[in-house]
């Protein structure tokens, strides 16, 4: 019987995950639990401070906002993904049309960002071609509100929920599709009842990879946001580098950390879902991710 | 074919890495405001005397304090305001530094230097600019306002008008208006300043402590409060008349920024030197340039070539920010996450 | 298949495939434009390729942060794609103790918002002692790659199966064999799809960056980040001209170089 050299081939990652990785978020655990310093870092006394801080109703207001933002961002972009991944599944140039999606990828986002200010601005590109034809008398206020930030995020992860959505849809059979209508369903219902079900896994990959960096979204809420679109990644960023809160920051994070966690392991067991990626669809007979059967 | 690639692959990975460690010249870590010295001013220094200089910035002192003190405390000079010196001080992260070292020293105008209540007598800190944020109001679009906080009340100027995201300026702002110290501690007072900045707040697009300039000079907000630099330098020179920069009658929280050297500094003799440099006539003549403020520097002012935003009698009515200590930090902090929050 | 057919029934997607191509290079283009105006602020004032001129002859800082950058992007997608690789070969094919900890624990990071995994590392270099550099950035830089490198391995090698492994051990071939010679080959389009999205990933990151940068470590993001603050100096909007080309240039020879060992 030979050796087999799984656990020398694993070592690497598993060790530097567990260091990189997992003892970090143990440390953000601990530190929840501790009393702030007097101007930054923790002493080692231990309370529950943090957690009551966060029962307060002031920041349920933060939270709501950041939900909503998050629920309505990643809905748009899904409905504008899908149409595209197929398009782009069903097309012959397909290095040509990823390129093209690609491409906003490898600008920097903050650029790109303040590229989306010079257009919506009151004294910007749009409000210009507006005014222009007439059809407003005076400038518009695009920016600094909910609406920019969702569209700015939309824009931003539009690529990222397009291709796995495009690379499960291409590898699904299409002749279904067909079948489904010689058998007399509507083209919307061979889309809804045929290729949705059988795309579930790029759905729900697309989901993933919108919704959760814009629950934990900072940057954008920033720039684009008005007074009233502070988010729970501004109130982390803000504890921990102006208030100086560490624990509050350490424990807005773990209520973020489980949440996400959480919410992504029962997706994935009500989806049945093997893992994240979509490639697996294409394998009859998938693996489950963890805690499966096997 | 496969393993050629990842050698060579491998191969030019540690060659950029070899050259971004390489290079063994004299080097200086300086952590500095964003645009606050410009850089060829920089590089000259650096061909007078074959030391480089490796520049990191940062957009607010808070930024650089918890880069230090979570472990980024590799640097030789860092320029905080004053508040953030004392607190330095306090914490134990300067070194203490000989002024009778410096041969430029004495170029400093005495009056400014008396104003110090952070550091008094120099002991870790050498001033490089003082200065304070005030209200930019753009002339063509707004009239009939009054030199005043109360410009921030005016409705009509709802989703023009911006304020720093700044919790000192900001409550600094308001217990001015009402009358109060910028370093005030008595709760009833922080209180009563955190109702005034929820009655601005409606009338604001943002806190923005980043590119209300930008913004302002392209015309998208017509009042903001802000630096005087950001403002200028932002705004087309042909048009800067627009702009009606002023500080509130009322008075205003101000800030003296220091060259200090961190404790532990690898490069001390290097940090005294560059310090010297920026003390020389005419080099801070070319900073005040720059920044088209008033220069402490007393030989500079005789050499500069702008005319600047300001003079230090203007800076009379401000008062300096100063360390509020932990319970009165802990008040302001609430009080300034309440109104960022929104209840 | 019917291709064609199947073309033209596609109008709707057609449509909205095209507004979001244009939505997405609607910037791309205004800073193309922006990158020759004359004027600093947003109003056109006349063409002028100064700021380009300014780019490559006076912008000691902005370089010296894109080599920071290229630094950490190439060694952390290298160490990232060989970690990850082996990995990903480790749980596609083999049984060991860890396997489903492994699992778990390379899909956690992808889960988690950017600026978590940013503020526990800040938090854990700093309770370990660590001096923030350019070297924790690479650490972190490494963290948050590898599990992409790994699932697009894993993606790949999912489509062989283990007789391929076992033939090779037939023929008398070692386990270091197997690795170089059968395995590696076979997952290439994977690993290296792995490496340019590792070091993609590495030249974007912002909000990890900020947390864990030290003395003389700033990348290009953040560079930009800082230089915000006063508004975008249109030598950044020249920066990002040159960088757009420079990536379509890259897209383009790596897709030729794939098609040439597709090829051989």
Redesign the interface.
Known sequence: MRREPGGLYAAPSTIWLTVFFLAPLAIIVAYSFLTPGVRGGVEWKPTLDAYRAIANPTFAKVTLNTILVAIGATAITLLIALPCGYYMARSERQTLLLMLVMIPFWTNFLIRIYAWIAILGNEGFLNDILLALGLVDESVQFLYNRGAVMLVLVYTYLPYAILPLYSTIDKFDFSLLEAARDLGASKLGAITRVLLPNVKGGILTAFLFTFIPIFGAYAVPLLVGGTESYMLGNLIADELTKSRDWPLASAISLVITLVTTIGVLLLLRANGASTLGGAREAKAEPEPAFGGAR | ???RLMIA??A??IG??A??CGGSSEKL?L?NW??YIP??VI?DFSKETGIQV???????N??M???I???????DIVVPSGDYVS?MIA?GLLEPIDTSRLANYGNLDPAAVARIGFDPGNRYSVPFMMAAAGVSVNRTKVSGYEHSWSVFDRSDLG??MTMLDD?REVLGAALKSLGYSVNDPDPAHIEEARRVVERW??N????D???F???F????FWVVQGYAE?VF????EARRAEVDFFFPKEGMPMYMDSFCVLRGAKNVERAYAFIDYMLRPDVAARVADYLMLPSPNVPARALMKVEPNYDFDDLARGEFKEDLG?EALKLY?DA???I???? | MSRPAARKRSSFSRSVFVGTIVFLSLPLLVLVLYSFNESKSGAWTGFSVKWYVKLFTDSPQLWRAFGNSAVVALASAFVATVIGTLGAVAVNWYRFRLRKYLRTLTFMPMILPEIIIGVSLLVFFSGIGLRLSLFTVFVAHVSFNLPFVFLLVLARLEEFDFSIIEAARDLGASDGQTLLRVILPISAPGIISGFLTAVTLSLEDFVITFFVTGPGATTLPLYVYSAIRFGVSPVINALSVVMILGTVLLTWSTRNFLKYIAAK
Do not use: C, H, Q
Request: glycine letters at 10%; aromatic letters at 14%; proline letters at 3%.
């Open positions: 074919m496969m393993k692959a491998f030019a990975t950029l890495v050259s971004a870590y952590f964003i645009y850089e060829d590089e490796i520049v990191d910035s940062y957009a607010s808070e930024e304090y918890n880069k003190v979570g472990g980024g405390d590799g640097y607190i914490e989703g023009r919790m707040k409606p604001l697009v943002k806190f402590a980043e590119s300039a930008k913004s000079a392209s015309g998208e950001n330098i932002e705004y087309p932990r902090n300034w996450r309440r960022r929050v929104g209840n």
